[in-house]
């Protein structure tokens, strides 16, 4: 019933950019952290980058001045602006929502999207 819609991924050279968008809806009654995981076969699965309801950001050392995360709270919506791309960026990235399903319950639930591709190679 909660729905996470990706988009954005792609092939895409050395060097350019890429913007991964993931709109949240169903039944979510308010959304804590929106952000992007990406994994690659038989590694575990890395955070790229988070953003709380705050505005508060946390990303990985790897991502640090070349990709940026924003959310528009009233689309629940997430994006990533993803610049400078290099190989080792490869992967399926995945739409992460941490969230309330009820106003009477402050429980957080995990939401994850089916995975978006993104490929950078000449």
């Known amino acids: 019933q909660v729905q996470l819609v990706e988009s954005g991924g792609g092939l895409v050279q050395p060097g350019g950019s890429l913007r991964l968008s993931c709109a949240a809806s169903g039944s979510i009654f308010s959304i804590n952290v929106m952000g992007w995981y990406r994994q690659v076969p038989w590694k575990e699965r890395e955070l790229v980058a988070t953003?709380?309801?705050?505005?508060?950001?946390n990303s990985a050392d790897s991502v640090k001045g070349r990709f940026t995360i924003s959310r528009d709270n009233a689309k629940n919506t997430v994006l990533l602006q993803m610049n400078s791309l290099k190989p080792e960026d490869t992967a399926v990235y995945y739409c992460?929502?941490?969230?309330?399903?009820?106003?009477?319950?402050?429980?957080?639930?995990?939401?994850w999207g089916q995975g978006t591709q993104v490929t950078v190679s000449a």
């Open positions: 953003i709380t309801s705050g505005g508060n950001t």
């Open positions: 992460y929502v941490q969230g309330r399903r009820t106003a009477w319950s402050y429980q957080q639930y995990d939401y």
